[in-house]
């Protein structure tokens, strides 16, 4: 009587009109499955889920059967094992809980699962909750740091809701491949979007995937300078710790969605449709929040941009190369050049990170303005004149070599790409004329390189005196190796101070007022430089780079003390060594980081020649640049590759008093 009670509670037989092969697996325990808890129990567990560890979130309408017999096993004919009427989805996890064939964690798992039912239900919940928030805040991650805001993520992205109806409607082996490469690729657009993020906020722009790699390796450099060797390691061990949990958890999240999703198709299917119809309807009526629109294609922009730059990067070889073809003293001969110098001694000098914000930001343009008024008031006092003008850099917050050639060549150096293959072909510099001409002795003092520099000779170069050849036994100012007193009277010491010397061409790089800004030196009397040990005490009295960094405005005061130190050490140096026949053009290479510029799009620098001799400045009075050192709001603004061709005309002959460029073939 009992065997007779419970045969009438079995499953029917399934036939086409029952429900589909998902809904009939959520359905209850597969047979021969021990049951989790007693007959009737409204909370048993799903004890038939996939190997992943989703759940489906339902519960058996019926009551549980799990303990009785299948009528629908084997024939008594084959003994095969039971055919379904409608083919289930494949799954890895067909293995039951004791099932010597299952993999011991999978069993582990399972046999948890079925001992406390709650705690594994939560953690599928759980999991599947997280997977959906990691996924959706990848779709909708901005790449730029001032576009994280809450409304940014107040958006429908239209990639998410695209996946979500292809994805499940794939067959089941292409569907599990697909989510995995959908992952990893979403995985890699995160990454990518966390790059950019650190690009525009150093350079402005975003990550080049064809011509910025070898940036990663100045990275470096700079984090082990500033903050030492462990600080460069840990840096690393977070950098590929971070990319290597985003690609693998974004691949895993993506393939658990894709299966909760087929699991639950109706549910599925009208969320896709109702997101589908309200992105479409943001798109319509504009809908936006906080001047951001609802309807999001971040990622889709992002694909197409990057597209539309690889395919600029393949090509700006060619076209750099037609460009440095072109040279309009080429063929000018030794003689007719930089006549109008002759006898004197040039000085071109760079001053790291001096740009427009140094004088036109409110917050710190009184302190540069005094800055500038004492220099130039110290410069008159020694007889020398100056006018000043401005320059567009190519770059903006660091790449500052980029900038320096592109003022030297008269070419557009916006990458490395272009770097390398200006630096390894014969086109000739502003400082290689100079050395062209043998009226000059070319040397550089550039404190900044601190490993061998083949490029020097490029530049046309007789000497470099690099870090390790300045004479300077003091401490580091974070990144910069020598202050910039020390740097000019190193040049005093060994080229400009010799008697009896030729006229000299001399590129100095000044390197206090680089990132990060702390600490910063501050003047001494010239004559207690020696070598530079000085500097210890001085570095202990300054500011540790960490602590600046908390805060924008320290960042902010940091660098215009920096930049007033610059300019001090220059001015005073030209006034106390200087003479008649010096001539000093000295100029930014680029703006600060956007930390500093707060939020200016400006890439000019300030660029002045100091002369004693009146005839020099004589020479670029057509020019139209302000007196003194500080050039006015609407002095000239020209792209930095043309100074060379306008300088180099200026003074070379000049016959009718014409001093216009030549104009580019």
């Given at each position: 009587?009992?065997?007779?009670?419970?045969?009438?509670?079995?499953?029917?037989?399934?036939?086409?009109?029952?429900?589909?092969?998902?809904?009939?697996?959520?359905?209850?325990?597969?047979?021969?499955?021990?049951?989790?808890?007693?007959?009737?129990?409204?909370?048993?567990?799903?004890?038939?889920?996939?190997?992943?560890?989703?759940?489906?979130?339902?519960?058996?309408?019926?009551?549980?059967?799990?303990?009785?017999?299948?009528?629908?096993?084997?024939?008594?004919?084959?003994?095969?094992?039971?055919?379904?009427?409608?083919?289930?989805?494949?799954?890895?996890?067909?293995?039951?809980?004791?099932?010597?064939?299952?993999?011991?964690?999978?069993?582990?798992?399972?046999?948890?699962?079925?001992?406390?039912?709650?705690?594994?239900?939560?953690?599928?919940?759980?999991?599947?909750?997280?997977?959906?928030?990691?996924?959706?805040?990848?779709?909708?991650?901005?790449?730029?740091?001032?576009?994280?805001?809450?409304?940014?993520?107040?958006?429908?992205?239209?990639?998410?809701?695209?996946?979500?109806?292809?994805?499940?409607?794939?067959?089941?082996?292409?569907?599990?491949?697909?989510?995995?490469?959908?992952?990893?690729?979403?995985?890699?657009?995160?990454?990518?979007?966390?790059?950019?993020?650190?690009?525009?906020?150093?350079?402005?722009?975003?990550?080049?995937?064809?011509?910025?790699?070898?940036?990663?390796?100045?990275?470096?450099?700079?984090?082990?300078?500033?903050?030492?060797?462990?600080?460069?390691?840990?840096?690393?061990?977070?950098?590929?710790?971070?990319?290597?949990?985003?690609?693998?958890?974004?691949?895993?999240?993506?393939?658990?969605?894709?299966?909760?999703?087929?699991?639950?198709?109706?549910?599925?299917?009208?969320?896709?449709?109702?997101?589908?119809?309200?992105?479409?309807?943001?798109?319509?009526?504009?809908?936006?929040?906080?001047?951001?629109?609802?309807?999001?294609?971040?990622?889709?922009?992002?694909?197409?941009?990057?597209?539309?730059?690889?395919?600029?990067?393949?090509?700006?070889?060619?076209?750099?190369?037609?460009?440095?073809?072109?040279?309009?003293?080429?063929?000018?001969?030794?003689?007719?050049?930089?006549?109008?110098?002759?006898?004197?001694?040039?000085?071109?000098?760079?001053?790291?990170?001096?740009?427009?914000?140094?004088?036109?930001?409110?917050?710190?343009?009184?302190?540069?303005?005094?800055?500038?008024?004492e220099g130039n008031d110290r410069l008159k006092a020694a007889g020398f004149s100056s006018r000043s003008g401005w320059l567009r850099s190519p770059v903006t917050g660091a790449g500052s070599?980029?900038?320096?050639?592109?003022?030297?060549?008269?070419?557009?150096?916006?990458?490395?790409?272009?770097?390398?293959?200006?630096?390894?072909?014969?086109?000739?510099?502003?400082?290689?004329?100079?050395?062209?001409?043998?009226?000059?002795?070319?040397?550089?003092?550039?404190?900044?390189?601190?490993?061998?520099?083949?490029?020097?000779?490029?530049?046309?170069?007789?000497?470099?005196?690099?870090?390790?050849?300045?004479?300077?036994?003091?401490?580091?100012?974070?990144?910069?190796?020598?202050?910039?007193?020390?740097?000019?009277?190193?040049?005093?010491?060994?080229?400009?101070?010799?008697?009896?010397?030729?006229?000299?061409?001399?590129?100095?790089?000044?390197?206090?007022?680089?990132?990060?800004?702390?600490?910063?030196?501050?003047?001494?009397?010239?004559?207690?430089?020696?070598?530079?040990?000085?500097?210890?005490?001085?570095?202990?009295?300054?500011?540790?780079?960490?602590?600046?960094?908390?805060?924008?405005?320290?960042?902010?005061?940091?660098?215009?003390?920096?930049?007033?130190?610059?300019?001090?050490?220059?001015?005073?140096?030209?006034?106390?060594y200087g003479d008649e026949n010096t001539v000093l053009v000295f100029l930014g290479d680029h703006q600060p980081v956007p930390t500093v510029t707060a939020g200016s799009t400006s890439r000019?620098?300030?660029?002045?020649?100091?002369?004693?001799?009146?005839?020099?400045?004589?020479?670029?009075?057509?020019?139209?640049?302000?007196?003194?050192?500080?050039?006015?709001?609407?002095?000239?603004?020209?792209?930095?590759?043309?100074?060379?061709?306008?300088?180099?005309?200026?003074?070379?002959?000049?016959?009718?008093?014409?001093?216009?460029?030549?104009?580019?073939?």
């Amino acid at each position: 009587m009992s065997h007779t009670t419970r045969s009438s509670r079995l499953p029917e037989q399934p036939s086409p009109d029952q429900p589909s092969p998902e809904q009939e697996r959520d359905s209850g325990p597969e047979p021969g499955t021990p049951p989790a808890e007693a007959p009737g129990t409204p909370d048993g567990p799903d004890t038939d889920a996939p190997a992943s560890g989703a759940d489906t979130g339902t519960r058996p309408e019926t009551a549980d059967t799990s303990a009785l017999p299948d009528t629908s096993a084997a024939s008594p004919d084959d003994g095969a094992s039971p055919e379904p009427s409608a083919p289930k989805e494949p799954s890895v996890d067909a293995e039951k809980p004791g099932s010597a064939t299952a993999p011991p964690g999978r069993r582990r798992w399972r046999d948890w699962r079925a001992t406390y039912p709650r705690a594994a239900r939560g953690v599928s919940i759980g999991t599947t909750v997280l997977a959906g928030v990691l996924v959706f805040l990848a779709l909708v991650l901005p790449n730029r740091l001032e576009r994280l805001g809450v409304a940014a993520f107040l958006r429908i992205p239209a990639e998410g809701v695209l996946l979500a109806a292809l994805l499940p409607a794939l067959p089941p082996r292409p569907r599990r491949i697909a989510s995995y490469v959908v992952g990893a690729l979403l995985g890699l657009l995160t990454v990518l979007k966390l790059v950019d993020m650190g690009f525009y906020s150093v350079l402005v722009r975003p990550f080049d995937l064809v011509l910025d790699w070898s940036l990663f390796g100045n990275a470096a450099d700079w984090v082990r300078e500033s903050f030492g060797r462990s600080g460069e390691v840990l840096a690393l061990i977070a950098v590929v710790a971070l990319v290597v949990a985003l690609l693998v958890l974004m691949t895993l999240a993506v393939a658990r969605l894709t299966d909760v999703m087929v699991r639950h198709r109706p549910v599925a299917s009208r969320t896709v449709l109702v997101l589908g119809t309200a992105w479409i309807t943001c798109v319509m009526l504009g809908v936006r929040v906080t001047g951001v629109p609802v309807a999001a294609q971040t990622d889709a922009r992002i694909v197409q941009n990057r597209v539309k730059q690889v395919r600029a990067g393949l090509r700006d070889g060619e076209v750099f190369e037609r460009q440095a073809s072109a040279d309009a003293f080429a063929h000018t001969p030794p003689d007719r050049l930089l006549t109008g110098l002759r006898g004197k001694d040039v000085l071109f000098t760079f001053i790291e990170s001096y740009g427009r914000t140094a004088i036109d930001d409110p917050a710190m343009s009184r302190q540069i303005d005094a800055a500038l008024t004492e220099g130039n008031d110290r410069l008159k006092a020694a007889g020398f004149s100056s006018r000043s003008g401005w320059l567009r850099s190519p770059v903006t917050g660091a790449g500052s070599w980029l900038a320096h050639s592109t003022f030297l060549s008269g070419l557009w150096i916006k990458n490395q790409q272009r770097y390398r293959s200006l630096t390894t072909s014969d086109r000739a510099t502003l400082t290689g004329y100079f050395r062209k001409t043998g009226a000059w002795r070319t040397v550089g003092i550039v404190p900044g390189v601190r490993r061998a520099w083949p490029e020097g000779r490029f530049f046309g170069l007789d000497h470099i005196y690099d870090s390790e050849h300045l004479g300077y036994h003091g401490p580091y100012f974070s990144w910069t190796p020598v202050p910039d007193q020390f740097s000019l009277a190193a040049f005093e010491r060994l080229e400009h101070g010799k008697k009896d010397r030729r006229p000299m061409m001399a590129e100095i790089i000044l390197a206090s007022s680089h990132n990060p800004w702390a600490p910063v030196a501050h003047m001494i009397d010239w004559d207690d430089l020696g070598d530079g040990s000085v500097f210890e005490k001085i570095k202990k009295e300054g500011k540790d780079p960490k602590e600046v960094w908390k805060n924008p405005e320290s960042v902010r005061t940091e660098y215009r003390r920096a930049i007033e130190y610059s300019l001090h050490s220059l001015t005073e140096y030209v006034a106390k060594y200087g003479d008649e026949n010096t001539v000093l053009v000295f100029l930014g290479d680029h703006q600060p980081v956007p930390t500093v510029t707060a939020g200016s799009t400006s890439r000019d620098v300030p660029v002045t020649i100091v002369a004693h001799d009146a005839k020099v400045l004589d020479r670029v009075s057509d020019w139209g640049w302000t007196d003194g050192l500080k050039p006015a709001a609407d002095a000239p603004q020209w792209r930095m590759d043309t100074f060379r061709d306008r300088f180099l005309t200026a003074f070379g002959p000049q016959p009718g008093g014409s001093s216009a460029a030549p104009r580019k073939p």
